[in-house]
């Protein structure tokens, strides 16, 4: 199977939310006979969505932006499993992966069919904050909308104190949603 891995977290070196979904990716590499690939969209050009409505014309070629969108979207068109993770950025995704998101209305959405999407959050406050809540709401209408399916959701509080590669529950739990593909 083929694993498209967008990370969407500036938090360079080391990102909590980044850093789970790698457990997850090694477990899923362990188990082997898949391909990943992953890609860093904090380093790729996307370029905002104007809404100008050129993707959407019946004659349209895509989005008229020349940036790295283009990249992205067939990589998307050939994946089987799509995995994204973001850092709670005020109760919601961060910007990167929202602008990301945003332009998904000018790829054709036959790209997601039936495909299955995973999302890794990682914020300061527990779990039962709202923000994951409200994550996962609107990434599921989001899955509705383009005709793939939320199949994992993992939300996970990390602290600078207490950061996810030092918390063997958190890593525990990702291994878990690893060896489940
Ligand atoms: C601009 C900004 C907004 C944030 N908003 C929230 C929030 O709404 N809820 C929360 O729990 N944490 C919030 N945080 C904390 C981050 O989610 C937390 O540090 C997270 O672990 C970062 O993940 P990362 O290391 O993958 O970037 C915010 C941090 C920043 C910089």
Same mark, same amino acid.
């Given at each position: /199977? ?8 500036? #938090? ?18 362990? $188990?082997?006979?898949?391909? $990943? ?6 380093? %790729? ?8 409505? $050129? ?8 989005? @008229?932006?020349?940036?790295? /969108? ?12 799509? +995995? %994204?993770?973001?850092?709670? =950025? !005020? !109760? ?11 332009? @998904? =209305?000018?790829?054709? @959405?036959? +790209? ?8 890794? /959050? ?9 923000? =994951? ?15 793939? #399916?939320?199949?994992? =959701? +993992? ?9 996810? !590669? ?14 489940? +593909?």
């Amino acid at each position: /199977m083929k694993i498209l891995a967008l990370y969407a977290s500036p #938090h360079k070196p080391q990102s909590n939310s980044n850093y789970l979904l790698d457990v997850i990716l090694d477990e899923i590499n362990n $188990v082997g006979g898949h391909q $990943v690939l992953k890609y860093d969209l904090t380093d %790729m050009t996307i370029g905002t969505c104007i809404n100008c409505g $050129v993707c959407r014309r019946p004659d349209s070629k895509g989005c @008229f932006q020349k940036d790295d /969108m283009p990249t992205i979207a067939t990589a998307i068109g050939e994946a089987d499993y799509i +995995f %994204m993770a973001s850092p709670l =950025y !005020w !109760w919601n995704i961060s910007a990167t992966l929202k602008g990301c998101i945003d332009r @998904f =209305y000018g790829i054709p @959405f036959s +790209f997601f069919h039936g495909k299955t999407i995973h999302l890794v /959050m990682a914020g300061q406050s527990e779990t039962s904050n709202e923000g =994951y809540r409200l994550v996962k709401n609107t990434m599921q209408c989001v899955c509705d909308y383009i005709g793939a #399916h939320l199949r994992t =959701y +993992f939300a996970s509080a990390s602290t600078l104190t207490i950061p996810a !590669w030092d918390n063997e529950t958190l890593i525990a739990q990702a291994k878990t949603i690893g060896r489940k +593909f």
